[in-house]
């Protein structure tokens, strides 16, 4: 029997070390910075828009091929429907003294209906083109820069929204640890009203006040679980993983020190916003295209060598090769590349317009949301001071209420003024960095 119970003993302890050496495990804790670290690297739009860069590289590969010669092979086999009929006329080669004329008499020759084949092959390096075709490479460079600044832009948009929706849930979170401590006040004073209610010290509307007060406290508990729940799913989308992976956020930060500069913030964002430097390689872009369609008036000039083959048919060489400038050029056009080139114009007066007009919105934008930010801040500091007040009128009810020198109504008022004040203060904090998230796009930081 001792030996049985010291086994027990030994395997209990076993148990024990096993257990502690186990790590449990621990809910990840998810900072508003790799929030957006991982953003940046798993979005699904951010890879999409970084595909779109790649696939500009790759244009700018395909229009540099276009420099190299250009082989061309064909082959063409077939059946003769028709004979192939040829007449040489006599003495069509000529008449001598002593042959007289060949052919002596005319001279039909046929071809009949059979297979032939016929094989043509060229090779073409381009010359005159080589200045179009560094223009195009040119302007597919620049596509590969719009597409760029695009992936910022979208960048941008991600984070913002990840800032955004990250401090949403903190406020859910806030307001839901508000929302339980309030409960737990309402269920003591459920409690106390029982109490006196047994000892006729309270009126039966007193308890029933409580208790419907407690059950919407409880009815808005739940509404901020669920709240809270989707807005942890919609994280976790941005975030381009499993909707279903549970984190837990780090405490709501302290507000942050504003931008003093306007004028700063301004030279800022004109030069980082994403938009006005895609508008500026728009108009790049646009004097480039102006450039090749007046190129189009130069001839296409080649250096050409080209092969012909024909078999099956009698009478034509079977083997022809050729060596030379091939030029390809439309002399009379009626207007037409005149008209595009005056398009091309006006397409590059439009992007010069959209460039001023872009630089307009984004001061105006950057303008509106140093503004905001600025309101946000002392309205978070009124809301903090009344949050303070609040609660303490709150302690001191309660006080009170114990030592009975206040009535309940008096409990419940300063309990629904701090419940306000909180709520005003958390929707406060919410609006300060969302502004705080805008004005860091406006200024287009990455």
């Known amino acids: ?58 244009d700018v590969a395909i229009s540099r091929t276009r420099r190299l010669p250009v082989f061309d092979f064909t082959f063409f086999g077939s059946q003769l429907l028709t004979p192939v009929e040829f007449e040489f006329e006599r003495g069509v080669f000529g008449t001598f003294p002593s042959t007289g004329p060949i052919p002596g008499s005319d001279t039909p020759i046929t071809t009949p209906r059979r297979p032939n084949e016929l094989i043509l092959a060229s090779a073409s390096q381009p010359l005159s083109q080589l200045y179009k075709i560094g223009l195009g490479v040119r302007m597919n460079q620049l596509n590969i820069d719009i597409a760029r600044e695009q992936l910022r832009l979208q960048k941008q948009s991600v984070v913002n929204d990840v800032k955004q929706l990250y401090y949403k849930i903190l406020q859910s979170q806030s307001a839901l640890e508000v929302s339980e401590e309030t409960l737990k006040l309402y269920r003591e004073l459920d409690r106390e009203v029982e109490d006196q209610l047994a000892q006729q010290t309270a009126l039966k509307a007193d308890s029933l006040d409580v208790k419907a007060r407690l059950a919407k406290t409880e009815y808005d508990a739940l509404v901020l679980r669920n709240a809270y729940a989707t807005q942890k799913e919609q994280l976790n989308g941005l975030l381009g993983r499993d909707i279903r992976s549970d984190f837990k956020l780090s405490s709501v930060p302290e507000a942050a020190e504003l931008e003093s500069d306007l004028k700063a913030a301004q030279t800022r964002a004109l030069q980082q916003r994403p938009e006005i430097n895609e508008a500026r390689l728009k108009l790049r872009q646009s004097n480039f295209d102006q450039r090749l369609k007046k190129s189009e008036f130069i001839p296409d000039v080649s250096l050409r060598l080209s092969y012909i083959s024909p078999f099956g048919v009698t009478v034509l060489p ?24 005056s398009q091309k114009v006006k397409t590059t007066q439009q992007a010069r317009l959209g460039l001023s007009e872009t630089e307009t919105q984004i001061l105006i934008e950057v303008n509106a949301k140093f503004r905001k930010l600025a309101e946000s801040r002392l309205l978070l500091r009124a809301s903090h001071f009344a949050q303070q007040a609040a609660q303490e009128k709150l302690r001191l009810a ?49």
């Open 398 to 446: 309660n006080n009170n209420f114990q030592q009975h020198t206040v009535e309940l109504k008096e409990v419940l008022q300063a309990q629904t003024s701090f419940a306000q004040a909180n709520d005003q203060y958390q929707r406060s904090l919410l609006e300060f960095w969302n502004a705080k998230a805008d004005f860091e796009k406006a200024l287009g930081e990455d």
């Open 318 to 341: 079977k083997n022809v090769a050729s060596a030379g400038l091939y030029i390809q050029w439309e002399p009379f056009d009626w207007g037409r590349r005149k008209l595009e080139l």
């Open 1 to 58: 029997m001792v030996r049985f119970v010291f086994l027990l003993v030994l395997v209990n302890l076993a148990v024990r070390a096993w257990c502690e050496e186990v790590p449990s495990s621990a809910v990840e804790t998810l900072t508003v910075e790799n929030a957006v670290a991982l953003a940046l690297r798993d979005n699904r739009m951010v890879k999409n828009a970084a595909q779109e860069v790649q696939k500009a590289e790759d």
